[in-house]
């Protein structure tokens, strides 16, 4: 099959990317290589999949709508997997359009062009961030997700509505992937494990929210992909939502439309977890201990049920080994 991949060139995107090629996929890989975090951590991603036979790169956003028909017009994707999206939970409280344009005008063009393609399965990337203040732990994808405290959070449940509605009107087969707090070598710069590391190295101090006491269901890379595979191959269709959509009214509803979470189902305390890179490291951290940010949530907690009945998979590296790796790629990548 002809994969369309965006944000190819992300953390999970070139993750997926290699995954796929090494099945067997032709992968088509769009990214617009923005600046929000460092590029040349981009290009080296792009530099370690863009010899492959089977893979073809286009720099493209998401929000050019004619170029975007026309990549779609030129080849004859069978599956999209939309993975561009502007990151980051604080950033948002500074930079509100960046998600505007990105995660609504954006996805809005990839379901159009989806919708008129005649694409056998659209699967996006939505985000643990949709559960907001959700007490009910852990977090299934039946719970109210009606209030979300951040825009980027906002954006990632307007998408799963979007995407829905596509289904219900275009009979388009959509699946929305609620991904838990991801980490692994190649991550993303900005994310607290990537900068604790940095500062911990560096001999400086790091900054530790809600003293420490916050809990994240911390998602291995290579678990995210592999749930994001099976996914791909696992195309909702009516009867099956209906016959598998024991827990909430969407089943009244003539759509093929899933959503999972795909998470670690294991959340593990912030101060644990920097101790676990402090053990891999072998050196102790500086900590500055803060109140929680606006944006953040307490804890996040996923329930992989759904996961686990409809493509027999659960989520189960351990932070030790998930960290062990990042420490050892980190270090070999910035040669320290």
């Known amino acids: 099959m002809r994969i369309l991949v965006t944000g190819a ?11 796929l090629l090494s099945l067997g996929y032709e992968v088509i890989g769009l990214d ?21 036979k089977n893979f073809t790169f286009h720099k493209l956003d998401l929000v050019q709508r004619s170029n975007l028909e026309q990549l779609f017009a030129e080849n004859n994707f069978d599956i999209v997997v939309n993975l561009a999206a502007q990151a980051g939970v604080r950033y948002s409280l500074e930079n509100p359009h960046a998600y505007v344009d990105s995660n609504l005008v954006g996805f809005v063009n990839i379901l159009e062009c989806c919708r008129h393609y005649n694409i056998k399965h659209l699967v996006f990337a939505s985000s643990s961030s949709v559960y907001g203040f959700n007490t009910k732990i852990p977090f299934s994808t039946s719970d109210n997700v009606d ?8 954006t990632k449940k307007a998408n799963e509505l979007m995407a829905y509605t596509y289904s219900h009107l275009y009979n388009l087969p959509c699946t929305g992937l609620r991904f838990f707090t ?42 995210i992909v592999e749930g994001v595979v099976r996914v791909i191959n696992n195309i909702p269709n009516t009867i099956d939502v209906i016959k598998s959509d024991t827990h909430s009214d969407l089943s009244i509803h003539n759509a093929p439309y899933k959503i999972y ?16 890179i402090e053990d891999c490291l072998g050196i102790k951290a500086e900590k500055n201990l803060l109140p929680i940010q606006p944006g953040d949530v307490p804890v996040t907690y996923a329930d992989v049920d759904d996961l686990i009945r ?3 998979f659960k989520p189960s590296t351990p932070i030790e080994v998930g960290i062990q790796k990042f420490v050892n790629w980190y270090q070999d990548y910035y040669r320290i």
């Open 182 to 223: 991801v980490y692994g070598p190649w991550g993303r710069p900005d994310m607290a494990y990537f900068l604790f590391t940095k500062a911990i190295l560096d001999k400086k101090p790091i900054k530790v929210f809600n003293y420490g006491k916050m809990q994240r269901d911390f998602t291995y890379i290579d678990d």
């Open 9 to 19: 060139v992300g953390f999970v995107g070139f993750y997926l990317s290699k995954k």
């Open 261 to 276: 979470n795909i998470g670690n189902n294991q959340p593990v305390e912030l101060l644990k977890f920097i101790e676990t």
């Open 32 to 52: 617009n290589i923005n600046d929000y975090y460092d590029v040349s951590l981009k290009i080296a991603r792009l530099n370690e999949i863009k010899e492959e």
């Open 310 to 312: 409809d493509v027999g």
């Open 147 to 154: 209030y979300p405290v951040s825009l980027y959070a906002a």
